[in-house]
């Protein structure tokens, strides 16, 4: 047949058949053989009829047929050993021949004009008897192949039937070297693609005898006397420690003999790629100057590159689970280090590889493919031509660069990835489109509440992501997001064919194959469809700022949805339930409690969920319920047997975490876990997590437990997503199973990394990217389509009011700050200041103290933090005391002797009698009359004035310098000699001894304060934050002290409140009673969030927070939605003390950014300097 | 301005409701603090049948501090000089907040009946007053009629 063609073209006609021998060939294979010059010259049909042997399978007759047509003189007994042999064979044709004419006796001479396949070395010597013991042969996997596709193997294997005897014993020498390489060849590909070529200046290393022929073929062999594993190759920074040169050699294929070498810069490249079946090269030499070659001279070959079937079809999905799941253990147990295994460095070396390869190819992702595709045609890519390239030396010198470190390369690839992310996702939901996203009202039917415009929108996008879009507006966006690409994955275009051989045979690009492939270089992953993003999450993180309404929002998602309609209307577990089978693959393992919504709250907020619900709704077959854990016995058949599940049901963290923290103890297995009774029994509908940051630490129990929920729909509510650290968002992205970043490798890689390595903006570009599709943060500044706010709120001024220390606390203050400046100096001076931090925060947190009251000081507070470490300088009370006593002597006039008090007693007693209602006394300062009885004040010459008044008097003189005389009488008095009245159990009055300095400046000018708004505006409700909950306690004694019984109330809120008091505590405290002035005590940690407070709209902050944003938590209870007079918040500071250190310090924070803090020397050296300004 | 305590709203009352024989202290339309106060001189004095036109602020710190009292008309007297400012204890340092406007005004009609030449303001006047009382008195009556006629 060959005789009828070119000489010239039948060498390459050999040369075809050997370059794809060497790539394994593979008859099957669609692309190469269709681009053949062969298979578009002489077609040929299969004579399915002429088959002697059809007793089998129509696979097999084809296989028989095919065989029989290749090798026509072949017995029919070859043919079924070769049948049976390879019957199972992916490629059975084509192995059954090789085997073939590996074994067999050629039967055809011819001279050998061209060089030998080494895989079709034939084993001259194997008699037909020994193949009789190998062969059987066989095939199943015809079918798929058009019959077609086998007529260039048939021609080329004719080929080599006539060429091997030839050559065969002089080539018996050389067939185990090739044997070896046998072994080593990959794995058969069904396909390989083009993506490349460059023309190498290779090096001879063995002088040859005669010229190589243009065109020869050349196969890369790695010299095997050295060959190391990419594992030893690099050292521990990456960099590699031998020459690769070296390693890689050019092996002629026809004499089977090295010829020469790579450059060192591509057999770095390609090195790593010899072995992996998924890349496939092939060298053809392009000049060599026709002469032989010495060693040294150089000589040009073309390198061809191709991805094969191998690349794509690989199961990555699960290789690539197991490298994250084996990454996942890693980095739980070291969160620095990242430590690598052998497989996964020999993976990363893969990875890397392959991405020089595209980088040195130029191969460019895909951002734009409309715009691709209409270039297409244009773009005309050439062959890399090393040496007259110019601009190609640019890029070989900056590979150069770029392979001093490989993780360069990473990180380059990573930045080019995090552009084409945000692209990709602001595309999804730009500020734009949140304004014009579509409202939603729910009917009267089943929301009692009116919605505000921007909730309504939320409650559009709420239903979206939960896939309701049929209840939602519809809206194309919807189908973008649906449509996404996974950002992991770029998108190429396969380049034009410019192989050698397609080049040789002028064959034209095949129009129907893809045009695009997408890559994963992270992960190696290759694909020929377009990888989407799963877009299985339903739910997302609603994060409005607080006072927005996440709660009402919610609850009219909820109320739209109170159930899973498409698990009601349609059959458990149908064939086209698609969305229950793919999404709740797990799920199904547990009853599904489709009607039920499980909303876990910190417990502060658990009555005010259940009374919102019962507010908002209007549909009475909906309920809540509160569980407490132990008021249902068997949650499993409460929600799903009973007969009215309830809509909504309600619990806090600590009981997830509790009933958790019990399955552990009892050892269950998870798969156990049906065999409970309580939350993690069944998966619910859906699942809501209020003050969603309770989970931020992925280590806790809490989180971990809130992670074992299941249910359908996820929603985290939290207007601080973030606290300290952008992790903390991790556990956020965990819950909701956002895929692939709930992947700790994946956020590890992209955002964790990269903000270690201070690309803050990276990693916060990519949480963005991240978060946004999923995320909807309203915040109140931000405006509506019209430019209107979203909300409304009357406006709130916060007022600083500096103080002075009373005298006591003077001189206790000064007498720790000296302490306190001692050891921070001592701590300097050595450097050693951070080991002392717990003393020096101790020493902080007294200081504070003081400028509350000097009473706090050692008193035992087991709510703050800062004092249940129980350390030495706890002890400290007693010095305070020792310290006061001291000071007093020195400083301040005796008080009253025994005697003198009594003596006082009794005049007084005398001259006023207290008990007859019709006493009248007159203040002479402030001409009040009568002075309240509760609030008079003796001097030791028995006159009577107000408290305030009389205290006001002393303060005065004191600062004027002025003696102090009792204004009436000018007889001089004593501000420690002063009376007071206190009622006895029987409601009598009685003059006791008044110990003013008892009365910090903050507890008198918050007294003041509350006097004045009282006197001007009666029946307020105010509300006063303090952080130390025994200064809460000091206040309210106080207080009462000082305030008029009839006309206050005070109430006290903190964590040692139980569940039930709290909740009656709030109720009272928001009815307003006309005249009646409501104090609410209320200790930041326990009532900081979710509470909602807008009844009052006077605010106190008695002591500063390091955090403002915990004081803007704060003072955001009664500043929020549903606030309709102007808030007034005043901040008693004390002048010149730590606490307008504080006050900076807080500044600082809000510049600085605490999400910024990630760093720990970062945050040390932060620390430092705050410690510093503290003192200074 | 901060707004008026109680105690000058009741004192303001007060002096209007149950004024002191001899004395007028009207407060300013513009300033609730300060006011016009006049004087009778005392029967018995030289400033008899004088009437005495005086200033009055309370400043923001009374009752803790004492008012400001002066006098606009002119006058000869020993504890008071030229530019009206009289010296008296309980405007200094003997002033108690129980003190009030009345008591203050009542003192300084006082000190026009027994003026106190040894604990002078007005040096030149305390001199001549202690060297030739009959001439700084009827001097004073003479001042009294030139200057606090009554209309």
């Known amino acids: 047949m060959t005789d009828s063609e070119p000489t010239e073209r039948k060498r390459f006609f050999k040369d075809e058949l050997e370059s794809s021998e060497s790539q394994i060939p593979n008859p099957t294979s669609k692309l190469d053989n269709r681009n053949s010059f062969l298979f578009e010259d002489e077609p040929k049909t299969t004579d399915l009829g002429s088959s002697l042997f059809v007793e089998q399978e129509t696979e097999d007759l084809n296989f028989e047929n095919k065989l029989k047509e290749l090798i026509p003189d072949v017995d029919t007994r070859t043919r079924n050993l070769l049948l049976e042999k390879f019957e199972h064979e992916s490629d059975p044709v084509g192995k059954a021949l090789e085997y073939y004419f590996d074994h067999k006796n050629s039967l055809i001479k011819e001279v050998k004009t061209v060089k030998e396949n080494p895989n079709f070395i034939d084993l001259s010597d194997d008699s037909y008897g020994s193949m009789d013991s190998h062969s059987r042969s066989g095939s199943s996997h015809l079918n798929s192949d058009p019959p077609n596709s086998h007529e260039p193997y048939s021609k080329m294997s004719f080929q080599s039937l006539f060429s091997q005897n030839r050559e065969r014993a002089r080539k018996r020498k050389v067939n185990t070297i090739n044997r070896r390489i046998l072994k080593r060849s990959k794995p058969a590909f069904s396909w390989k693609r083009f993506i490349g070529s460059m023309q190498v200046t290779a090096m001879a290393t063995r002088p040859t005898i005669r010229p190589l022929k243009y065109g020869s073929e050349l196969k890369l062999h790695v010299s095997t006397s050295s060959k190391f594993s990419p594992y030893q190759m690099y050292n521990s920074n990456g960099k590699k420690q031998v020459s690769m040169a070296q390693l890689v050699k050019l092996r002629d294929l026809e004499q089977d003999r090295e010829v020469g070498r790579m450059p060192e810069e591509i057999a770095r490249l390609v090195y790593p790629l010899i072995d992996e079946s998924g890349v496939a090269f092939e060298i053809t030499l392009v000049y060599s100057g026709d002469k032989r070659l010495s060693i040294g001279d150089s000589f040009i070959v073309q390198l061809d590159c191709f991805l094969t079937s191998d690349l794509f079809g690989k199961n990555l999905k699960d290789s690539q689970e197991e490298s994250l799941s084996s990454q996942k253990i890693q980095w739980d147990t070291s969160n620095n280090s990242i430590v690598e295994t052998k497989v996964e460095i020999l993976d990363k070396f893969k990875r890397m590889g392959l991405i020089a390869l595209f980088n040195k190819l130029r191969i460019k992702e895909v951002k734009d493919e409309a715009e691709t595709l209409e270039n297409l045609n244009n773009d005309d890519p050439e062959i890399l031509d090393l040496e007259d390239d110019d601009t190609f030396e640019s890029i070989v010198s900056q590979r150069d660069e770029d392979n001093e470190d490989d993780d360069d390369k990473i990180e380059h690839s990573d930045s080019m990835n995090l552009n084409q992310l945000q692209n990709f996702y602001s595309m999804a939901q730009s500020s734009e489109a949140l304004k014009n996203l579509p409202e939603t009202t729910p009917s009267r039917d089943i929301m009692k509440l009116d919605l505000r415009k921007y909730q309504k929108q939320g409650l559009t996008w709420m239903l979206r992501r939960e896939g309701e879009f049929k209840k939602a507006a519809e809206s194309d966006e919807v189908v973008a997001a649906a449509t996404m690409m996974n950002p992991l994955w770029k998108q190429f275009v396969w380049p034009k064919d410019m192989s050698w051989v397609s080049e040789r045979d002028h064959a034209s690009q095949e129009k129907d194959m893809s045009l695009f492939f997408y890559a994963n270089l992270h992960t190696g992953e290759f694909s020929n469809e377009k990888p989407m993003l799963e877009t299985s999450l339903k739910g997302g993180i609603l994060s409005d700022e607080m006072g927005l309404g996440k709660t009402i929002s919610t609850l009219s998602l909820i109320l739209s949805s109170p159930c899973d309609s498409s698990f009601d209307q349609k059959e458990l577990f149908t064939e086209d339930d698609t969305v229950l089978t793919q999404n709740f693959s797990e799920i199904t393992q547990k009853p599904y409690a489709s009607r039920t919504t499980l909303i876990v709250v910190p417990m502060s907020l658990l009555h005010q969920w259940h009374s919102q619900f019962e507010k908002a709704c209007s549909n009475d077959d909906l309920h809540s319920e509160i569980y407490y854990g132990g008021n249902v016995s068997n949650l499993k058949t409460h929600l799903i047997n009973g007969k009215k599940p309830p809509t909504v049901l309600i619990t806090t963290y600590g009981i997830v975490q509790n009933e958790w923290t019990k399955i552990l103890k009892t050892s269950v297995s998870e798969l156990d876990l049906q065999s409970t009774t309580g939350l993690f029994s069944l998966s619910f509908y859906r699942i809501v997590l209020d003050e969603g940051h309770m989970i931020r630490n992925r280590q806790t129990i809490t989180s971990k437990a809130i992670m074992q929920l299941t249910g359908k729909c996820k929603w985290v509510l939290t207007g601080t997503p973030i606290i300290n650290r952008l992790d903390d968002m991790y556990s956020l992205v965990k819950f909701l199973n956002l895929e692939p970043w709930s992947q700790i490798g994946f956020w590890k890689q992209f955002i964790s990394i990269p903000f270690e390595n201070k690309n803050f903006k990276q990693a916060f570009d990519v949480v963005n990217s991240i978060m946004e599709p999923v995320f909807l943060r309203r915040t109140k500044h931000m405006k509506d389509a019209n430019g209107k706010p979203l909300v409304d709120l009357p406006p709130k001024e916060v007022i600083v009011e500096k103080l002075k220390l009373s005298e006591k606390q003077d001189i206790v203050y000064k007498h720790l700050l000296n302490r306190a400046e001692d050891s921070v100096k001592l701590g300097l001076e050595r450097g050693d200041l951070l080991k002392k931090y717990s003393t020096i925060l101790v020493n902080i947190l007294r200081l504070r103290q003081v400028c509350c009251d000097v009473s706090l000081i050692g008193s035992q507070d087991e709510n703050d933090e800062d004092l249940s470490n129980n350390n030495a300088m706890l002890s400290n009370g007693s010095d305070v005391a020792a310290l006061l006593k001291d000071s007093k002597s020195d400083n301040v006039e005796e008080t009253f002797s025994e005697i003198e008090l009594q003596e006082a007693i009794k005049i007084i007693n005398e001259r006023y009698d207290f008990n007859n209602d019709d006493i009248s006394l007159e203040c002479s300062i402030c001409t009040t009359e009568p002075i309240p009885l509760d609030k008079i004040l003796f001097t030791e010459c028995e006159h009577p004035f107000c408290k305030e008044c009389l205290l006001e008097y002393c303060e005065y003189q004191k600062i004027k310098n002025l003696d102090l005389k009792c204004p009436l009488c000018r007889h001089e008095i004593s501000k420690n000699k002063l009376l007071t009245l206190q009622k006895k159990e029987n409601g009598e009055y009685e003059p006791v001894h008044y110990n003013s300095d008892s009365r910090s400046s903050k507890i008198v000018a918050l007294a003041n304060h509350l006097q004045q708004l009282q006197d001007s505006s009666p029946g307020e409700q105010v509300v006063v934050f303090s952080q130390f909950s025994s200064y809460l306690d000091i206040l309210e004694k106080a207080l009462r002290d000082i305030s008029p019984a009839k006309t206050t109330k005070i109430y006290k809120f903190d964590g040692r409140l139980s569940l039930k008091d709290r909740n009656s505590v709030l109720k009272e405290f928001q009815e307003k009673s006309p005249g009646i002035q409501k104090i609410l005590l209320l200790s930041l940690k326990a009532g900081g969030v979710g509470l909602n407070l807008t009844c009052a709209s006077y605010a106190f902050v008695m002591d500063p927070w390091w955090s403002p944003s915990m004081e803007d938590q704060a003072i955001d209870r009664i500043h929020r939605i549903g606030q309709e007079n102007n808030v007034k918040v005043t901040r008693f500071i004390i002048e010149n003390s730590i606490e307008e250190k504080m006050l900076r310090i807080q500044e600082r924070k809000r510049t600085i950014g605490e999400a910024m803090d990630a760093d720990e020397d970062e945050r040390r050296k932060r620390r430092i300097e705050e410690i510093k300004m503290l003192f200074e | ?151």
């Open chain 2, 1 to 151: 301005m901060a707004s008026l305590p109680k105690r000058i709203i009741k004192e303001t009352e007060r002096l209007v409701t149950d004024p002191v024989p001899g004395i007028t202290a009207e407060p300013h339309d513009d300033n609730l603090r300060y006011f016009k106060v006049t004087i009778e001189g005392p029967a018995g004095s030289p400033y008899e049948n004088g009437l005495f036109h005086l200033e009055l602020y309370l400043p923001d710190d009374y009752p803790m501090e004492a008012p400001k009292v002066r006098f606009l008309t002119k006058i000869y007297h020993p504890n008071i000089d030229r530019l009206g400012r009289i010296c008296l204890d309980i405007l200094k340092t003997n002033w108690s907040p129980a003190l009030q406007i009345r008591t203050v005004l009542l003192s300084v009609q006082a000190l026009l009946a027994s003026p106190n030449p040894n604990d002078p303001l007005a040096n030149d006047v305390a001199e001549d007053w202690i060297k030739n009382e009959t001439g700084a008195k009827a001097k004073a009556k003479e001042w009294t009629s030139l200057y606090a006629k009554k209309e």
